[in-house]
């Protein structure tokens, strides 16, 4: 080639070509990366060009200590911040509720009421089975559209009182609350 300069590798080849010059060991990715390069397993094979051992990133938060202190405050340990926000929310509400708001008994008496009342309709009428399980169907989600109700004006009622006086997390955090320096 009179120009090797003029040579550039599109995006699947360019790992091939950068480990094919310079091979590694292992390479050290985040997970979009690290699925990036799964991808390309095919294509080192076909070209036999040693492919790398693939190598997650490792992450840390920096947690400072006013957070610290909320997180103390508010009964939470460093794996539960970790949970998916509705568990989190929906713990954190069972702990603080000065009402019960699960509608699960209730569900479950439902259940056996229906259970009751498919018996003696099949002993009548065996096509009466649908109805029955469709009229049980309808019941039970009124009563979880009904739970879920009772959980929002809970929630709004138990957030209410712990955002008394405070300002909304957009405005009170900023970038230098993490990095230790004041303005």
């Known amino acids: 080639m009179q120009s090797p300069q003029k040579l550039s590798p599109n995006v699947v080849m360019r790992p091939l070509y950068q480990e094919?010059?310079?091979?590694?060991l292992a390479y050290?990715?985040?997970p979009g990366e690290l699925a990036y390069w799964l991808q390309l397993k095919p294509v080192f094979d076909f070209y036999q060009v040693p492919y790398p051992i693939l190598k997650p990133r490792n992450f840390?938060?920096?947690i400072p200590g006013s957070l610290v202190r909320k997180f103390q405050k508010l009964g939470l340990t460093y794996p539960a911040i970790f949970q998916e926000y509705s568990a989190l929310k929906n713990?954190?509400?069972?702990?603080?509720?000065?009402?019960?708001?699960?509608?699960?008994?209730?569900?479950?008496?439902?259940e056996q009421v229906f259970a009751q009342i498919g018996q003696k309709a099949s002993l009548i009428?065996?096509?009466?089975?649908?109805?029955?399980?469709?009229?049980?169907?309808?019941?039970?989600?009124?009563?979880e559209n009904i739970e879920k109700r009772l959980q929002k004006a809970e929630e709004k009622k138990v957030?209410?009182?712990?955002?008394?006086?405070?300002?909304?997390?957009?405005?009170?955090?900023?970038r230098w609350k993490f990095t230790g320096k004041t303005r």
Do not use: M, Y
């Not at 069972?94 to 699960?102: D, V």
């Not at 009428?125 to 009563?143: F, I, S």
């Open 28 to 30: 050290v990715g985040g």
């Open 60 to 62: 840390a938060t920096i």
């Open 159 to 174: 957030g209410d009182r712990a955002k008394a006086g405070r300002k909304p997390q957009r405005k009170a955090l900023s």
């Open 20 to 24: 094919h010059l310079l091979p590694n």
């Open 125 to 143: 009428d065996k096509t009466l089975g649908g109805l029955v399980g469709a009229e049980q169907q309808k019941a039970r989600k009124a009563l």
């Open 91 to 110: 713990a954190w509400l069972a702990q603080n509720s000065q009402n019960e708001i699960s509608l699960q008994i209730e569900i479950q008496a439902l």
